[in-house]
């Protein structure tokens, strides 16, 4: 079992920048295969970036490609979400999500995902 705590929301401009974390707890983090989703009011929540164990992988939404960065640091149990070049559009809650080794699905799918943090909220500004 692993319990996930998202931080690093916040109010920014058009154009700015944020990194948010997901802290997790447990000592098989590095088993993890993590995702980033977001969920804007009204919508459904939708993929945005995931990483494998090692980190050598990392998977994006097209809508964010070569402006968010995924990464993460398994000595921290830490996941991590770089995100540059903010549009109003990127404007929802971010969730971090677990998925246990061995478990199928396709990365971009939330049904592969078994644990999920609380949410932290991303605002942009225009």
């Known amino acids: 079992q692993v319990q996930l705590v998202e931080s690093g929301g916040g109010l920014v401009q058009v154009g700015g920048s944020l990194r948010l974390s997901c802290a997790a707890s447990?000592?098989?983090?590095?088993?993890?295969?993590m995702g980033w989703f977001r969920q804007a009011p009204g919508k459904e929540r939708e993929f945005v970036a995931a990483?494998?164990?090692?980190?050598?992988?990392?998977y994006y939404a097209d809508s964010v490609k070569g402006r968010f960065t995924i990464s993460r640091d398994n000595a921290k149990n830490t996941v991590y979400l770089q995100m540059n070049s903010l549009k109003p559009e990127d404007t929802a809650v971010y969730y971090c999500?677990?998925?246990?080794?061995?478990?199928?699905?396709?990365?971009?799918?939330?049904?592969?995902?078994?644990?999920w943090g609380q949410g932290t909220q991303v605002t942009v500004s225009s």
């Open positions: 999500a677990a998925s246990p080794l061995g478990r199928s699905g396709t990365y971009y799918s939330t049904e592969r995902y078994d644990h």
């Open positions: 990483i494998s164990w090692s980190g050598s992988s990392t």
């Open positions: 447990g000592r098989t983090f590095s088993t993890y295969f």
